[in-house]
C-alpha cells in the first residue's frame, strides 16, 4: 500500500495530497498539531479540502502560553474540532515527585522518560485506531528528518504517516502562511522556528539549526523526542 500511495501522490499539491487522503481514507486518517507554522499551513489546507480527519494535540503540561494563544485563535478561524490528550495523571505525579520537575535537564535518561510521559504515551492514545497519521514534517527542519520520506510505514504505531509539506522550504511556508492570513504563534517572531514545551525550548541564533533551540543542553544529533522514530 506504501508504494502505491507514494505513486498515486508523487508530483501533486499538497492540497491535492490532502484531497487524496481524504478520498481514500475519510475520518480514518488523524492529523497531529502543535500549532507551529507548519502544522497551521496542514489544518488550514484541511479546512479547505473539507477533510472529515480528526485533529488532535498533545497537552503536555509545559507549553507556551502563545502556543495556547494560537490554539484559539485556530479554533476561532477553522471552527474545526481540536482534541487535546494529556499525560496519565499518576504517571506526571510519580515522576515529578521522585525527580522533581526539571529532572529532564539531568540526563537524556530522564529528558526521554519525561517526553514519553508527557508525549509519547498520549500519542500512543491519539492515534491508536487510525489508518493514516498526518504531520506537518518537512524534510529540511533537521537532519533526521532529511532521512525521511513523504509516506511511510511507522512500524512502531503501525499507522501510515503522509507529510504533505514535505518538500516545502522555509521561505515557501512563510508566503503561505502570510497571503492566507493564518494565525501563527508570535513566538515565530521572536526566533523560535521550532517550538514544544516551554523549559525545553530557546530561541536559536542565526546560522544555528533549525531544532538547536529543543533540548539545546544535548548533543545535537539527539534533537528528536521520538514522536517520529518509526523502525523499532
Known amino acids: 500500500?506504501?508504494?502505491?500511495?507514494?505513486?498515486?501522490?508523487?508530483?501533486?499539491?499538497?492540497?491535492?495530497?490532502?484531497?487524496?487522503?481524504?478520498?481514500?481514507f475519510g475520518t480514518e486518517a488523524v492529523f497531529s498539531t502543535s500549532f507551529g507554522i507548519e502544522d497551521q499551513v496542514v489544518t488550514h489546507l484541511l479546512a479547505q479540502a473539507g477533510?472529515?480527519?480528526?485533529?488532535?494535540?498533545?497537552?503536555?503540561?509545559?507549553?507556551?502560553?502563545?502556543?495556547?494563544y494560537v490554539w484559539n485563535r485556530t479554533l476561532e478561524k477553522y471552527k474545526l474540532p481540536i482534541r487535546a490528550y494529556y499525560p496519565n495523571t499518576t504517571a506526571v505525579e510519580e515522576m515529578v515527585n521522585k525527580k522533581g520537575p526539571s529532572s529532564f535537564y539531568e540526563s537524556i535518561d530522564n529528558r526521554k522518560e519525561c517526553c514519553y510521559i508527557r508525549k509519547i504515551e498520549p500519542l500512543h492514545r491519539a492515534i491508536k485506531g487510525f489508518k493514516v497519521w498526518i504531520t506537518g514534517i518537512r524534510a529540511d527542519q533537521s537532519a533526521n528528518r532529511e532521512d525521511m520520506e513523504a509516506v511511510e510505514w511507522?512500524?512502531?504505531?503501525?499507522?501510515?504517516?503522509?507529510?504533505?509539506?514535505?518538500?516545502?522550504?522555509?521561505?515557501?511556508?512563510?508566503?503561505?502562511?502570510?497571503?492566507?492570513?493564518?494565525?501563527?504563534n508570535p513566538l515565530h517572531d521572536k526566533g523560535f522556528p521550532s517550538i514544544g514545551c516551554q523549559p525545553c525550548t530557546r530561541a536559536v541564533q542565526p546560522g544555528e539549526d533549525f531544532r538547536s533551540g529543543r533540548w539545546w543542553w544535548e548533543d545535537k544529533s539527539k534533537k528528536e523526542c521520538g514522536l517520529h522514530i518509526t523502525t523499532k
Open 1 to 24: 500500500m506504501i508504494t502505491q500511495i507514494k505513486k498515486d501522490i508523487a508530483g501533486l499539491d499538497a492540497i491535492d495530497i490532502i484531497r487524496y487522503i481524504e478520498d481514500k
Open 51 to 68: 477533510s472529515k480527519a480528526s485533529i488532535f494535540t498533545l497537552e503536555t503540561g509545559r507549553l507556551f502560553p502563545e502556543t495556547y
Open 154 to 184: 511507522d512500524e512502531v504505531n503501525n499507522i501510515i504517516k503522509i507529510h504533505p509539506i514535505f518538500n516545502w522550504t522555509l521561505p515557501e511556508v512563510d508566503v503561505f502562511l502570510n497571503s492566507n492570513g493564518i494565525p501563527y
